[in-house]
């Protein structure tokens, strides 16, 4: 189908992460893509998107790219960066949402993150600034949907696929305090497909978006031991040394963990509610652990 007549979606913060590449299987059939990060995706190429390389830091006219937009949908954030970069990406993002609202642009989709203790909210750079961009949204008389996932899975994803991967190589997995703290992790694909609905609606407002099921974070990963055919087995660390260890392994430049994540899960925030905005049920676990899996094995032969 020719890009004529298709609504325009502005895709900041594009195709090659991991909200983004299961963002574009979801639009680009019904959409032309324009995509704004830095780094070339070739799977953009492949599906047509339009790249327009840029860093949302620096200085961007935002004029002719919202211009045509029907649909802005800003993905785009750090996991760990210094806080002048945090604090250049939210200056980049409050300009977007004032050329947005000069452009009155129809539909602001925006992906943040759910609540989080007290202390890293007012002090980590990662929460205090994307919550400026939050609030920047929720205040600009746009039609605006903000989307917070809990932890997400799908191919590529940062935590059960990694934890996965630890298991079957080492045997074991190192357990933060007792275990008893709540997630209810989501499908990366039925997040790509809130976003693609709540494009089309005309609701406002903010929602937290937790999977179908909410597990205890033991028994979570007790069944990625029983998925991959091995006995439980934990190294077991106090909420305090779970940091310290994070902080460690980010200080010799690992990005598996980082201490404010530890923080974070043990704090029992991350057991959301199902969402209830789709179109179907939500997707279970069982099969991308048992995809992922095979992903794994085929991977080592
Ligand atoms: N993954 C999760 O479990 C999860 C859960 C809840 C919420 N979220 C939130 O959802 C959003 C997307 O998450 P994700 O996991 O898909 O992230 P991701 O894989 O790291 O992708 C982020 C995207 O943003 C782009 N980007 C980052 N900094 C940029 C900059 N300065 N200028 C231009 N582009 C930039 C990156 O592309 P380039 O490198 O090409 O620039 C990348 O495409 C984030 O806000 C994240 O906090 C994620």
Redesign the pocket.
Known sequence: MSDRGRPTLLL??????????SALVEFAEHYRVLS??????SSEVAGRVEWFP????GRIDWEPLVRDARVVL??????WESEP?FR??RD?LLRLVAAAKKAQVPRFLH????AAPAELEGTLPYLRY?REVDQAITDSGLSYRIL?????FGPG???LGVLLRLIERYGRLPMFGDGRYHVSPVA?EDLALALRLEATREGVGTADVGGPVRYRYHDLTDQLFAALGKRPRYVRLKPRSSARLAALLTAFGSQLLYPYEVHWLVSDLLGLPPYQGLDRPLQRLEPYLAEEIARIRASSR
């Open positions: 900041v913060g594009g195709g090659g992460g991991l909200i983004g590449r704004v990060h830095r780094h070339h995706v840029a860093d949302l830091g800003t993905l785009a954030w750090y996991r970069r250049g990406l980049g992906v943040s993150v759910p994307r917070r996932p809990t932890m997400l994803d940062r935590l990366v």
